[in-house]
């Protein structure tokens, strides 16, 4: 019987339940050939090239097998959603004594506050095999064991197998707990995938991943996701956005992913014409006056 051992490592935070419409959504489903993100918020919804997000480590790890592109496997010979999905080497088994590894690279925060972590996975492996997933808070200086975060999240199905190998398509979600004491609100999350392999020869396919989503929701939603007293169009953006306020407006700060003010634009009108032409694309919040938001996303 073939066994692996499936270790779930992850820093999840905030209250979360899962299925609810989140007010800003990420889905990472490669289909377009590398990781390119489909945001998806409030009824706005487009879809951009942001390889950053996923990272094949070929530094510490010279011969990875993680390529993106359309299984051709023997068990694994296709994605959950066509074509593509993240695999150790879309057309040939696993080597032998090797290590691959790829990190998945998302907002903590996202102004909202990460609720949710779901994606699919194949595992064919062999007894030796080791299939790894860690989490790190400070990129990637501490990477974290699941003995030490296992209080800080539940996952669904509540049921999982850490020793077998699985050929059939897993949906796991994880829901983070509230906890205190670290900066989970900065920067990004990193989340590591690594496949170590043992010294079997027998040929097996190893792992295929495949439809990340990150949900994001907490307090405040509703005054960002409602708030009628900034209007901005059109949405997407691509150069210049119109933006309505039922006041005067004496500042705009466009906020990005990451709780980063990347531009403040001083004026005195009810109406201005904000030029986002040199942001890169992805979503922002934009603030007036320091008291009313409304989300956005550039192009």
Wanted: overall charge negative.
């Amino acid at each position: 019987m073939k066994k692996c051992i499936l270790l779930f490592i992850f820093i999840l935070v905030t209250p979360f339940v899962y299925a609810q419409t989140g007010a800003l959504n990420f889905y990472i489903n490669f289909d377009n050939g590398d990781s390119m993100v489909r945001y998806h918020w409030s009824g706005d919804s487009t879809t951009i090239s942001d390889a950053g997000w996923v990272y094949i480590d070929t530094s510490n790890y010279p011969g990875n097998k993680w390529q993106i592109g359309k299984p051709q496997k023997t068990v694994f010979n296709s994605a959950y959603s066509v074509p593509n999905a993240i695999v150790t080497d879309t057309l040939l088994p696993c080597a032998a004594n090797d290590t691959s590894a790829f990190i998945l690279k998302i907002p903590k925060a996202a102004w909202l506050g990460l609720n949710s972590f779901n994606f699919r996975y194949k595992l064919d492996v062999d007894t030796g095999d080791k299939a790894i997933i860690e989490a790190s808070l400070d990129s990637g200086a501490h990477w974290y064991a699941l003995s030490d975060i296992n209080s800080l999240f539940t996952y669904s199905p509540s049921t999982i197998d850490p020793g077998a190998a699985t050929t059939t398509w897993q949906d796991i979600s994880l829901y983070p707990h509230h906890f205190g004491g670290m900066d989970w609100y900065n920067g990004l999350l990193y989340i590591r995938f690594t496949l170590m392999t043992g010294g079997s020869t027998t040929p097996r396919d190893g792992w295929m991943i495949d439809d990340f989503q990150m949900g994001y929701e907490g307090e405040g939603v509703a005054d960002i996701r409602k708030n009628s007293m900034v209007q901005i169009s059109p949405i997407p953006a691509v150069s210049v956005i119109d933006v309505s306020y039922t006041g005067r407006i004496h500042t705009l700060s466009v906020i990005n992913i990451y709780g980063q003010t990347v531009s403040t634009t001083n004026c005195n009108d009810e109406h201005v014409k904000l030029d986002v032409s040199a942001l890169p694309s992805g979503p922002y919040l934009l603030r007036v006056n320091n008291t009313s938001s409304r989300q956005f996303i550039k192009q």
